[in-house]
């Protein structure tokens, strides 16, 4: 079963850190391009960050010097560090797989920047 499944988000105040991780099906994984994605109530979903199959990686403006994303081959497991967060960062999280036509996101998780 092709499947991605992310983890890690949480409430957090701001100026902190959250981990998150992406685990996804091997057949989806090795030869795909990966990213984060993001949706706030009542906007788009937009572009967080890719890592290419090679490790070369694009961020969005917003997040560039604070978020890194980073892909273990091994674990079939894409992350997300975010740090120095900010309540604007507030918004469901989704990972993303693809390659060509072929594009597999998953069910997403709540991060909540917040005092």
């Known amino acids: 079963q092709v499947q991605l499944v992310e983890s890690g988000g949480g409430l957090v105040q701001p100026g902190g850190s959250l981990r998150l991780s992406c685990s996804a099906s091997r057949s989806i994984f090795t030869d795909y391009m990966l990213g984060w994605y993001r949706q706030a109530p009542g906007k788009q979903r937009e572009l967080v960050a890719t890592?290419?199959?090679?490790?070369?990686?694009n961020y969005a403006d917003s997040v560039k010097g604070r978020f890194t994303i980073s892909r273990d081959n091994a674990r079939n497991t894409v992350y997300l560090q975010m740090n120095s967060l900010k309540p604007e960062d507030t918004a469901v999280y989704y990972c993303?797989?693809?390659?060509?036509?072929?594009?597999?996101w998953g069910q997403g998780t709540q991060v909540t920047v917040s005092s």
């Open positions: 993303k797989s693809f390659v060509g036509r072929s594009n597999y």
């Open positions: 890592v290419t199959t090679g490790g070369s990686t």
